[in-house]
């Protein structure tokens, strides 16, 4: 019973957050861009299956990946051999990277490299950085230091990187922190600091998926550099032709081996690890497993739900309507409708939701999950509209994204460490399947239609996603710091009042 008063709490979550952006979509097929009756309903077969896969997807993370995550982060930082911490915490990098839906699809746009030794470079980028992080919060070593050092590296490599392929390579950041990564590192960091006592250990607990994104950026710059290619050519994603509603609950029919194949891969790694670790530890109870088992199972099904929906129904949709867009007579239109749905569309990012909701819980309320939504939803808006400004003008990423970073990391020096690990963090966390399966596409059909150079001109919307919520969301903590100096001001003030009258009247 208690059960099913969770899943139709977690259903209600997602519903609110996927009909907005299914509303926006629903409005621009039957006014600007007209869709077919079939292709409408294959995208709103998509979204039901987004709403159910959401809130299967959240309910099974918290009941399984999330324990395991700690579980595993505790027990193998106690380990007097720090060579054994840095193995697992490789394999988990490694494993868990190579099984992201999101990174399957960002290989498949760039075929200037075969799609396994670009895989197999990202998951070693997570794997390595994964350690490094790991490492950090055993250490207590501050993230601004790592940040600050890693991004120089970063932009140094960029600058001899050949100019076709640094935005997939800022791409590649973002779209390895999907929602197969973000609950297990997110976890794993919780687990690894409850192992220190001091009274920064909450805050190092963040900071573990900002610099996973890190090391693929810098691997694939380096492979960039030893490929020097020169163009990638990309397919148009096609909206299929549907007559009947049949025709597109077929569609979804037959997809749904492929999918189930497929997470089925990305999970398979991840559970085997976990069964050898209890296995030596005995740490877990069997009630917890069995707990722990249905989870896994209803995170399995969810995440087939949630990638079925978007990648059949979501895909084409986004390349029909920025194709669209794009070439009518306001193309500048683009500008404003891929903000408005920037802001709705990071609120139906399942890695999100498990976010917000172990912010909140590590900050004792003070940071609500409310308040990282919309900081999150605004900064990916603005991420989406600059997006779009270079969609149609071939504005050169760097151009933003140098000012950007050099703004976030100077807002390191003003907030409080726990809004720095958890804005770096977030900008990984929005940067998911909705934006590599609906904003890519939605970027690459515009690009298309208006002739521009996909490869410069389209890719990097996964990086520029990635990047605004480290400003919006520093920011906000900004404001909170300052606001708890005039308050602690006011109530020294009100003190020495108090003070002045008790000399006073003695």
Request: with cysteine.
């Given at each position: 019973?208690?059960?099913?008063?969770?899943?139709?709490?977690?259903?209600?979550?997602?519903?609110?957050s996927v009909l907005p952006i299914t509303a926006i979509v629903f409005l621009l097929s039957i006014t600007i861009a007209p869709l077919e009756p079939g292709a409408l309903v294959?995208?709103?077969?998509?979204?039901?299956?987004?709403?159910?896969?959401?809130?299967?997807?959240?309910?099974?993370?918290?009941?399984?990946?999330?324990?395991?995550?700690?579980?595993?982060?505790?027990?193998?930082?106690?380990?007097?051999?720090?060579?054994?911490?840095?193995?697992?915490?490789?394999?988990?990098?490694?494993?868990?990277?190579?099984?992201?839906?999101?990174?399957?699809?960002?290989?498949?746009?760039?075929?200037a490299i075969d799609n396994q030794v670009l895989i197999l470079t990202v998951a070693a980028g997570v794997g390595l950085f994964l350690v490094v992080a790991a490492l950090r919060?055993?250490?207590?070593?501050?993230?601004?230091?790592?940040?600050?050092?890693?991004?120089?590296?970063?932009?140094?490599?960029?600058?001899?990187?050949?100019?076709?392929?640094?935005?997939?390579?800022?791409?590649?950041?973002?779209?390895?922190?999907?929602?197969?990564?973000?609950?297990?590192?997110?976890?794993?960091?919780?687990?690894?600091?409850?192992?220190?006592?001091?009274?920064?250990?909450?805050?190092?607990?963040?900071?573990?998926?900002?610099?996973?994104?890190?090391?693929?950026?810098?691997?694939?710059?380096?492979?960039?550099?030893?490929?020097?290619?020169?163009?990638?050519?990309?397919?148009?994603?096609?909206?299929?032709?549907?007559?009947?509603?049949?025709?597109?609950?077929?569609?979804?029919?037959?997809?749904?081996?492929?999918?189930?194949?497929?997470?089925?891969?990305?999970?398979?790694?991840?559970?085997?690890?976990?069964?050898?670790?209890?296995?030596?530890?005995?740490?877990?109870?069997?009630?917890?497993?069995?707990?722990?088992?249905?989870?896994?199972?209803?995170?399995?099904?969810?995440?087939?739900?949630?990638?079925?929906?978007?990648?059949?129904?979501?895909?084409?949709?986004?390349?029909?309507?920025?194709?669209?867009?794009?070439?009518?007579?306001?193309?500048?239109?683009?500008?404003?409708?891929?903000?408005?749905?920037?802001?709705?569309?990071?609120?139906?990012?399942?890695?999100?939701?498990?976010?917000?909701?172990?912010?909140?819980?590590?900050?004792?309320?003070?940071?609500?999950?409310?308040?990282?939504?919309?900081?999150?939803?605004?900064?990916?808006?603005?991420?989406?509209?600059?997006?779009?400004?270079?969609?149609?003008?071939?504005?050169?990423?760097?151009?933003?994204?140098?000012?950007?970073?050099?703004?976030?990391?100077?807002?390191?020096?003003?907030?409080?460490?726990?809004?720095?690990?958890?804005?770096?963090?977030?900008?990984?966390?929005?940067?998911?399947?909705?934006?590599?399966?609906?904003?890519?596409?939605?970027?690459?059909?515009?690009?298309?239609?208006?002739?521009?150079?996909?490869?410069?001109?389209?890719?990097?919307?996964?990086?520029?996603?990635?990047?605004?919520?480290?400003?919006?969301?520093?920011?906000?903590?900004?404001?909170?710091?300052?606001?708890?100096?005039?308050?602690?001001?006011?109530?020294?003030?009100?003190?020495?009042?108090?003070?002045?009258?008790?000399?006073?009247?003695?």
């Open positions: 019973m208690h059960l099913n008063k969770q899943l139709k709490e977690k259903n209600r979550e997602s519903l609110a294959l995208f709103l077969f998509g979204a039901i299956l987004l709403i159910f896969g959401m809130g299967l997807f959240t309910l099974g993370v918290d009941m399984s990946m999330i324990p395991m995550g700690e579980g595993v982060g505790v027990e193998v930082s106690r380990s007097k051999h720090l060579l054994i911490p840095i193995v697992v915490y490789f394999l988990l990098g490694v494993l868990s990277t190579m099984a992201e839906p999101d990174l399957q699809v960002l290989a498949e746009q760039v075929p919060i055993r250490k207590g070593v501050p993230l601004r230091r790592l940040l600050l050092l890693f991004y120089f590296l970063v932009f140094a490599l960029a600058a001899l990187a050949p100019i076709n392929f640094i935005p997939v390579s800022f791409d590649s950041g973002g779209v390895t922190t999907g929602p197969i990564t973000v609950p297990f590192i997110m976890a794993l960091g919780l687990g690894i600091a409850s192992t220190r006592s001091d009274a920064n250990s909450a805050s190092d607990s963040f900071g573990l998926v900002s610099l996973c994104s890190i090391g693929p950026i810098l691997a694939v710059l380096l492979l960039g550099i030893c490929y020097q290619p020169q163009e990638v050519p990309y397919s148009m994603v096609e909206l299929p032709a549907m007559a009947t509603t049949a025709d597109a609950a077929l569609a979804f029919w037959h997809a749904f081996p492929t999918y189930f194949a497929e997470v089925a891969k990305a999970l398979a790694p991840i559970a085997g690890l976990f069964i050898a670790f209890q296995a030596v530890t005995r740490r877990f109870l069997p009630n917890q497993l069995l707990r722990m088992g249905a989870g896994l199972l209803y995170t399995y099904l969810g995440l087939v739900l949630f990638l079925c929906g978007v990648n059949v129904g979501f895909m084409p949709a986004g390349s029909f309507l920025g194709a669209t867009v794009a070439s009518s007579e306001h193309s500048w239109l683009l500008v404003p409708i891929g903000m408005l749905i920037g802001f709705y569309i990071v609120k139906a990012e399942p890695a999100v939701a498990v976010l917000t909701k172990q912010v909140e819980e590590v900050s004792n309320g003070s940071i609500s999950h409310k308040a990282m939504g919309r900081a999150l939803s605004i900064g990916v808006c603005v991420s989406v509209g600059l997006a779009m400004v270079r969609v149609l003008t071939g504005l050169n990423i760097l151009w933003l994204l140098v000012p950007g970073y050099a703004i976030s990391l100077g807002l390191t020096f003003f907030v409080p460490p726990i809004f720095t690990g958890i804005a770096f963090d977030s900008g990984g966390v929005a940067s998911g399947p909705m934006t590599a399966t609906f904003l890519l596409p939605f970027a690459m059909g515009a690009c298309s239609a208006l002739g521009g150079n996909l490869m410069t001109d389209a890719f990097g919307i996964v990086a520029m996603v990635a990047m605004t919520p480290l400003v919006t969301i520093q920011t906000m903590g900004l404001f909170s710091e300052v606001q708890h100096k005039l308050a602690r001001r006011r109530l020294r003030y009100h003190m020495e009042r108090v003070e002045d009258l008790v000399v006073y009247f003695d």
